[in-house]
C-alpha cells in the first residue's frame, strides 16, 4: 500500500471520484458537494455512510415494488435470489475496509464500491420490472 501513500489526498479523492471503484456507478452529486466540503476522515466516512444509505434507500423501494408484483415460483425465486445478493453485499468490497488500504481505503473507497454495487442491483431489479410491464410475469 506505499504506492497509495505516494498519492496526495486530494488525488486521491479525485481518483475515487473519477474512476469508481470496482462499479460502473459514479458518486451521486449530494455525494459529490459532502467531500467537497469535507477534510478529514469521519466526514469523509459520514458522506459515504450516507450515499450508501440513500442507495439503499432505492434498492429497498424498487425491491418493495417489484416483489409485490410477482406470484408463484417467480416471487420464490425472487426472493432466494434477493437473499443470495445480501449476503453477496454483505461481504463484498471488505478488502477495501481491511486496512491495507489505508483510512481512505476504508472512509472513501468503500462505500463507493459498496454504493455502487448496491445501485447495480437496484438497476437489475428495475430491468426485472421492465420486463415484467412488457409483458413477462
Not at 444509505?53 to 409485490?68: G, I, M, V
Not at 425472487?78 to 488500504?101: H, I, M, T
Not at 468503500?110 to 445501485?119: D, E, F, K, M, N
Amino acid at each position: 500500500m506505499k504506492t497509495l501513500k505516494r498519492f496526495s489526498m486530494g488525488s486521491f479523492v479525485l481518483m475515487v471520484l473519477s474512476m469508481g471503484t470496482m462499479t460502473t456507478a459514479s458518486a451521486d452529486e449530494t455525494y459529490k458537494k459532502c467531500i467537497d466540503k469535507s477534510s478529514d476522515n469521519a466526514s469523509w466516512a459520514q458522506c459515504g455512510g450516507q450515499w450508501m444509505q440513500r442507495e439503499d434507500d432505492k434498492l429497498n423501494s424498487t425491491w418493495k415494488t417489484l416483489f409485490a408484483k410477482v406470484n408463484g415460483q417467480t416471487k420464490t425465486d425472487l426472493l432466494a435470489e434477493q437473499r443470495l445478493w445480501v449476503s453477496f453485499k454483505e461481504k463484498a468490497c471488505k478488502f477495501y475496509a481491511n486496512g491495507d488500504w489505508g483510512r481512505e481505503g476504508q472512509v472513501l473507497s468503500y462505500p463507493s464500491c459498496q454504493a455502487g454495487l448496491i445501485a447495480s442491483r437496484t438497476k437489475d431489479l428495475q430491468d426485472y420490472l421492465k420486463d415484467m410491464n412488457q409483458g413477462g410475469n
